[in-house]
T-cell receptor, first 114, second 115 residues
Framework: EAGVAQSPRYKIIEKRQSVAFWCNPI?????LYWYQQILGQGPKLLIQ????????DSQLPKDRFSAERLKGVDSTLKIQPAKLEDSAVYLC????????????FGSGTRLTVV | AQSVTQLGSHVSVSEGALVLLRCNYS??????LFWYVQYPNQGLQLLLK??????LVKGINGFEAEFKKSETSFHLTKPSAHMSDAAEYFC?????????????FGKGTTLSVSS
């Protein structure tokens, strides 16, 4: 089966600019996650979708971050405006159901804010 | 709330030596535990997981981990390190969040293997 697809792989932007990341999960996977991984740290959950509904977004900085999952398939994560501390790898993951048994990650998008 | 602590941010071993990466968890419910590996510029790959049943879990690439409830530990081992094992390793626990579940990760351990 095809894996979790993410694009772009790399992005460099200036602070205060906006950026968007795209994720296409494994076909049929109902649950989709976005994680932020800052250099030297473990991944931190930003938001979880179940189909096209948000299950948990308590860790998402909603003043600048937004995410949507239209039609319960692919998803976009947006940052507007970006700050230097947003430099990180943004990982998307999907699971056939709630992630109790683990899930599959994409390769991530490495964002550098200068 | 569930959490994971990985002891040692960096572990160095010689090729052929035993690999031991330590992970302790905190959970108020029976935990589901995971080890993931991350190679440079790649996403996370599942090495192994413990859900229920046998406490010694075997994974890919010769790795295994043992769930010890009394010690709240889930340490990762490999009898003989290979150069290709050099990577970042993350321990994770399933956590109940809001209306669903998600993985909570430790800070990671970088494994270096020297010849």
């Amino acid at each position: 089966e095809a894996g979790v697809a993410q694009s772009p792989r790399y992005k460099i932007i200036e602070k205060r600019q906006s950026v968007a990341f795209w994720c296409n999960p494994i076909s049929g996977h109902a649950t989709l996650y976005w994680y932020q991984q800052i250099l030297g740290q473990g991944p931190k959950l930003l938001i979880q979708f179940q189909n096209n509904g948000v299950v948990d977004d308590s860790q998402l900085p909603k003043d600048r971050f937004s995410a949507e999952r239209l039609k319960g398939v692919d998803s976009t994560l947006k940052i507007q405006p970006a700050k230097l501390e947003d430099s990180a790898v943004y990982l998307c993951a999907s699971s056939p159901r709630q992630g109790l048994f683990g899930y599959t990650f994409g390769s991530g998008t490495r964002l550098t804010v200068v | 709330a569930q959490s994971v602590t990985q002891l040692g941010s960096h572990v160095s071993v010689s090729e052929g030596a035993l690999v031991l990466l330590r992970c302790n968890y905190s959970s108020s419910v029976p935990p589901y535990l995971f080890w993931y590996v991350q190679y440079p510029n790649q996403g996370l790959q599942l090495l192994l997981k413990y859900t229920t049943g046998a406490t010694l879990v075997k994974g890919i690439n010769g790795f295994e981990a043992e769930f010890k409830k009394s010690e709240t530990s889930f340490h990762l081992t490999k009898p003989s390190a290979h150069m290709s094992d050099a990577a970042e390793y993350f321990c994770a626990v399933s956590a109940y969040i809001q209306a669903g579940t998600a993985l909570i990760f430790g800070k990671g351990t970088t494994l270096s293997v020297s010849s």
